[in-house]
């Protein structure tokens, strides 16, 4: 199984002493988004656990407990966002310039496959046009295509009273045709998280963040696991397992679907005790938990291919 950590808040930024604590008790609590009171309980073991996916925009924290993970034996990899964004967008993200060096770093203490440069989401205001996006993205693309294999892009989704200009598709044409380019020019092959446009023709392919590829080759094994079914229908990822919990993120993008209110995930936030078994809270006592279903999604088929050399000279 993929443990996912986390869509729904920041994890390595916010509560990396917590996530320890759940490993090395051997399990997590999640409730349920729309119920506080179903809890599922989910037993974490490197023999269950077949890699982690960290999402964050801030790993730093997370950074002097990766040798803890590395012992018990859990394969992970990291999603980073750096988007170069100011704070009226990212009100409590690093600098730029500082995101860059801890992603140079965290690369050089994985290796580049195991840090994904996320670019996303893309906006547009008078601000935020697409020539700032263009020439914000060349400057980091020159520090960071070394340090890693793919960046990932996506597009805002326009909704009733979006501070946002909407992006036309001639709009979305237009800043994937320059951030291709810019791409290509560095060697760094870009791929869309959950776009329905087909950007291929410009050499922009739809990718997965929890891919199952990519996964195989960080492991050595190729997984049993289906498209995730609770994310959106241009999504591409395999299933996880997400242990976060929404509203408990305060780094305050105001683009992001999984915090209400800056506020209210400060409120949220002083309810964390890195000992409990739930990022939030305590148990009350009244919920009724359920063990969920975990094991390793290892595939054990073999096909010829899989086989080696040496049993394929007939």
């Known amino acids: 199984m993929i443990i996912s950590a986390s869509r729904r808040t920041d994890i390595p930024a916010l509560y990396p002493e917590w996530f320890i604590n759940r490993l090395k008790a051997g399990e997590v609590l ?5 119920n506080r009171k179903k809890i599922s309980r989910i037993q974490l073991s490197p023999d269950t656990i077949d890699c982690i996916a960290f999402w964050t925009k801030n790993p730093e ?3 002097p407990y990766l040798s803890t993970i590395d012992k018990m034996g859990y394969p992970y990899y990291f999603q980073m ?13 690093p600098r730029t310039e500082e995101s860059m060096a801890t992603f140079l770093l965290l690369s050089e203490r994985l290796g580049k496959e195991r840090v994904d440069w996320r670019f996303d989401p893309l906006l547009l205001t008078e601000k935020y046009s697409i020539s700032y996006h263009l020439e914000r993205f060349e400057m980091m693309c020159e520090w960071l ?3 890693t294999t793919r960046c990932i892009i996506s597009f805002i989704d326009s909704y009733k009273d979006s501070p946002y200009l909407e992006m036309e598709p001639e709009d979305i044409v237009g800043l994937a045709e320059g951030l291709a380019r810019i791409g290509k020019k560095n060697g760094l092959p870009l791929y869309t998280c959950a776009e329905k446009m087909d950007l291929s023709r410009l050499g922009i392919e739809h990718g997965a963040c929890i891919d199952k590829e990519k996964i195989h080759n960080l492991i050595g094994y190729k997984l049993d696991l289906k498209k995730d079914a609770g ?21 305050g993008c105001k683009y992001c679907y999984a915090t209400s209110g800056l506020e ?9 005790n890195p000992l409990s078994p739930l990022l939030i809270g305590q148990l009350k006592g009244d919920e009724m938990i359920t063990d969920r279903d975990v094991k390793s999604d290892r595939d054990n088929q073999i096909s010829l291919f899989d086989l080696p050399e040496m049993y394929m000279k007939f």
């Open 30 to 34: 999640v409730p349920n988004p729309y």
């Open 61 to 63: 924290p997370l950074i």
């Open 81 to 93: 966002t750096i988007t170069d964004y100011e704070q009226d967008i990212e009100e409590n993200v």
């Open 145 to 147: 295509h070394k340090a």
């Open 231 to 251: 994310q959106r229908r241009e999504c591409g990822c395999i299933e996880s397992i997400d242990i976060g919990m929404y509203d408990t993120c305060i780094n």
């Open 264 to 272: 209210g995930a400060r409120r949220r936030m002083q309810q964390h």
